[in-house]
């Protein structure tokens, strides 16, 4: 399974992105799709994710703010970002889930100006 983000870039604070990322290569089995964030010092942690079943989970610090979506006929998952902090502020991984192996993109960096 490989995992392509894209749309990271600098915004300022309040501001909208929207990330997307596209499965390729063995795509079958693929339960959960999703997005984990890094910032520098810290720990890899849970942004978003979404079952095949629709069901979705979300770090507390983004609810309200954070809408994930997956296009399953596209195999592409996605992340709208809306009134966007500096403590965002991180290198956002896709992370795909397959018959219990995690996958992971490159990762792209989205930075929030205060």
């Known amino acids: 399974v490989q995992l392509v983000e894209s749309g990271g870039g600098l915004v300022q604070a309040g501001g909208s992105l929207k990330l997307s990322c596209a499965a390729s290569g063995s795509i079958f089995g693929i339960d959960t799709m999703g997005w984990y964030r890094q910032a520098p010092g810290k720990q890899r942690e849970l942004v978003a994710t979404?079952?095949?079943?629709?069901?979705?989970n979300y770090a507390d610090s983004v609810k309200g703010r954070f809408t994930i979506s997956r296009d399953n006929a596209k195999n592409t998952v996605y992340l709208q970002m809306n009134g966007l902090k500096p403590e965002d502020t991180a290198v956002y991984y896709c992370y795909a889930l397959k018959w219990y192996v995690n996958y992971w993109g490159q990762g792209t960096q989205v930075t929030v100006s205060s």
């Open positions: 979404m079952a095949n079943t629709r069901t979705t």
